[in-house]
């Protein structure tokens, strides 16, 4: 039993774990000052920051063309795979998932099973990593979706941003009311609710008392754990803050895996440059 594992760009895994684990990457597409980039391929991270600070327009994101992922699963299907398993970026933030849901049983001899992350970056890029070493042990897709379900369970995160300016405008902040006035003086401190859709959590006066306030909530989620944990800090453009933040935790937590990624362009469209983040999720490299 032959299964593919598709995902999109927004998992932010390095070129040698895709290759290594041969994933098929779906780039996401960006629009910036009305050009549209395809994410990882026509503009890297750091291209994208640079337009971000000199764009004459807010940028936007839109989903790729559903005859190209038909053609996708299509070829793969013609290279012999019987299934394919597409995971994809939060229904919350994008209506990706909901679109490939809609031609998902329109490739004959291919089973098609759509995964909504309920997340974005590294968290969603551990699924893919998780979905693909089953993939080589031959496990079927029932088995691999049962483990990504246990796998999603266990995520948590917490992020710091400059203000929401860019997430109301996108729409993606769903009770941005609460927290529109007086953006300019905090520093909103944001998360995933129980319907997977991104909230403002609380407001906090500076960023020192955003990174306490993160590390306390963090703290106390920690304690509730009872399996090995591993933690990822994610930074829009600010690897400096990054290093830096993942040295007071290491100091705190000194047997505690902490990885470093990043917000990509797509991401990054909403939450704009220096946003950081902290996520957990179980230690998968344990099992």
């Not at 779906?26 to 391929?41: R, T």
């Not at 991104?198 to 993160?214: D, G, L, P, Q, Y």
């Amino acid at each position: 039993m032959k299964t593919a594992i598709v995902t999109d760009s927004t998992c932010y895994l390095t070129k040698e774990e895709i290759s290594n684990n041969h994933i098929v990457v779906v780039p996401i597409p960006v629009v910036i000052d009305g050009k549209s980039y395809d994410e990882g391929v026509d503009i890297t991270t750091e291209e994208f920051y640079q337009k971000l600070r000199t764009s004459g327009s807010f940028p936007s994101t839109t989903q790729p063309s559903l005859g190209k992922m038909i053609e996708l699963y299509k070829h793969l299907r013609d290279e012999g795979y019987e299934n394919v398993i597409s995971i994809h970026l939060a229904s919350t933030i994008s209506g990706f998932v909901s679109s490939l849901d809609s031609i998902k049983d329109e490739i004959d001899g291919l089973n098609v099973y759509v995964y909504d992350s309920e997340i974005t970056v590294r968290l969603m890029g551990s699924l893919v990593l998780e979905a693909a070493q089953m993939a080589r042990e031959e496990r079927t897709p029932e088995d691999i979706l049962t483990q990504l379900n246990k796998l999603r369970a266990t995520f948590g995160e917490y992020f710091i941003v400059d203000d929401l300016q860019n997430l109301v405008r996108g729409g993606r902040l769903s009770n941005a009311s609460a927290f529109i006035g007086g953006l300019l003086k905090i520093k909103p401190i944001l998360t995933f609710n129980d319907a997977h859709e991104i909230v403002a959590f609380e407001k906090v006066r500076s960023t020192k008392k955003a990174f306490t306030r993160v590390e306390e909530l963090f703290a106390q989620n920690k304690e509730k754990i009872d399996y090995p944990i591993r933690a990822i800090i994610i930074h829009a453009n600010d690897e400096p803050a990054a290093l830096k933040w993942r040295e007071r935790l290491q100091a705190k937590y000194p047997d505690l895996p902490i990885d470093i990624s990043y917000f990509g362009p797509v991401i990054g469209t909403h939450l704009g440059e220096k946003a950081l983040a902290l996520a957990w999720l179980r230690d998968y490299t344990k099992d």
